[in-house]
């Protein structure tokens, strides 16, 4: 499931042509709690790297609802 998070968020990220910095930003004016690019970059990371976190999914649904506002 982790990884099916961090495929569906790396889609979302190349479908909408978004930077890592864009995609935390939706996610601040989303949810209304903080995002950083760091944390961004974490869950989009190689796996394998110690700085590589789970990508959860409600991260997906927030980026996924922000960019249905967007449009």
Do not use: G
């Amino acid at each position: 499931m982790e990884s099916d998070n961090r495929a569906a968020f790396l889609a979302l990220l190349a479908d909408n042509r978004l930077t890592q910095a864009m995609a935390a930003t939706l996610i601040c004016e989303y949810t209304r709690r903080p995002c950083s690019v760091r944390t961004v970059r974490s869950w989009v990371n190689d796996p394998d790297k110690p700085s590589s976190r789970t990508c959860p999914e409600w991260a997906v649904e927030a980026l996924t609802e922000a960019l249905k506002t967007r449009e």
